[in-house]
């Protein structure tokens, strides 16, 4: 008991200066921003699901109790609480007599879908914090926005001149309406990443208590191909419902982007060059964004008609190694 408390009390004080490192305004802080979830996922990894809520509290608190209040709620909800969560998950488990550890863990593919979900659940709360309707979202969205672009101008007066930019209302118009699902993508990625690391991390110190699963191997619930239809079909609401549901529609596209290099790195097993063709896709991704799509249509393709079982069944079995010669 002392040692989960001495454990989450420290993860939490670790999250809190990751958080707390934004202020500075550097690049590398703002990379450490993002990783201010990694602490309390590895205390839950490692230890204990009790240890990661402690350091979700602690972290929350800190930050509170030094830069404000509502800094607590913040914090908690949109960065401790799920952290917490994924690591909770990771280590749920089932007997099982097929297992060959004796225990049916949470499966991996549900992982990736949850994290996709919370990232676009926060997305959603902030964006309801803004405004419960469209227009008042919006607005204030766009004054933020504003903000941000004259942080750093002598006065406040007359138009808004941004460098290089020719029409700068529109392209805060623009930044207005592609941000939401941006962040939806954003948090997503980063609780993706965070859990992937802490797993890697817990996993060298020799913490981890669940096998490591295969991530080429990963599937989706039966249900997660309707998820997407639904999310994509009510971002064409009208309104505030049409923005959220473009949030969600982000958030489990990149679930299934991830499912579509899963697929990826399944089906070039035993491929010449299968390396620098997955160093090249990374690459790609990396500089342009939009083949993002057509790895999560791969990912949809496989939940629909089972591309890996499909491709695996046509490959030829491995040859047995042929007997040694006899020397007479």
């Known amino acids: 008991m002392l040692q989960t408390i001495l454990i989450g009390l420290g993860a939490g004080a670790a999250a809190a200066l990751l958080f707390a490192t934004v202020v500075s305004g550097a690049l590398l802080a703002i990379l450490l921003f993002y990783m201010a979830p990694l602490p309390i996922v590895i205390a839950a990894l490692g230890w204990n699901h009790w240890a990661g809520l402690l ?3 602690a972290a929350a608190a800190a930050l509170g109790a030094i ?4 800094l607590f709620v913040f914090f ?6 799920p952290a917490w969560w994924l ?3 990771a280590l749920l488990a089932r007997p099982s007599a097929a297992a060959p550890d004796g225990l049916d863990w949470y499966p991996a593919g549900n992982l990736v879908l949850r994290a996709a979900l919370l990232g676009a659940v926060v997305v959603t709360a902030g964006i309801l914090y803004l405004g419960t309707d469209e227009s008042t979202f919006r607005a204030a969205l766009r004054s933020g926005i504003e903000r941000a672009f004259q942080v750093n101008r002598p006065s406040e007066g007359g138009q808004i001149s941004i460098p290089g930019v020719g029409d700068p209302q529109r392209l805060i118009e623009f930044l207005v309406m592609v941000l939401p699902p941006a962040a939806a993508v954003l948090a997503t990625l980063t609780n993706l990443l965070n859990l992937w690391s802490a797993g890697h991390i817990v996993r060298i110190s020799g913490r981890l208590r669940r096998p490591w699963p295969d991530l080429s191997a990963i599937r989706f619930p039966a249900y997660a191909p309707l998820l997407v239809a639904l999310a994509l ?6 309104g ?3 923005t959220i549901a473009g949030v969600f529609a982000a958030a489990l596209l990149i679930a299934f982007a991830v499912m579509g290099l899963a697929v990826l790195h399944a089906i070039t097993r035993g491929m010449r060059g299968r390396l620098a063709m997955l160093l090249g896709t990374y690459v790609l991704l990396a500089i342009v964004q939009w083949p993002i799509l057509v790895i999560a249509l791969l990912g949809l393709a496989e939940t629909g008609i089972n591309l890996r079982g499909r491709i695996a069944a046509r490959q030829p079995p491995p040859s047995s190694p042929s007997p040694p010669s006899s020397p007479l």
Do not use: D, K, R, T
């Open 87 to 89: 690591g909770y998950l």
């Open 76 to 81: 908690l909800a949109a960065v401790g609480l």
């Open 240 to 242: 505030l419902a049409g």
């Open 233 to 238: 079909l009510g971002s064409f609401l009208p």
């Open 67 to 70: 830069f404000h209040p509502l």
């Open 55 to 57: 350091a979700a509290l």
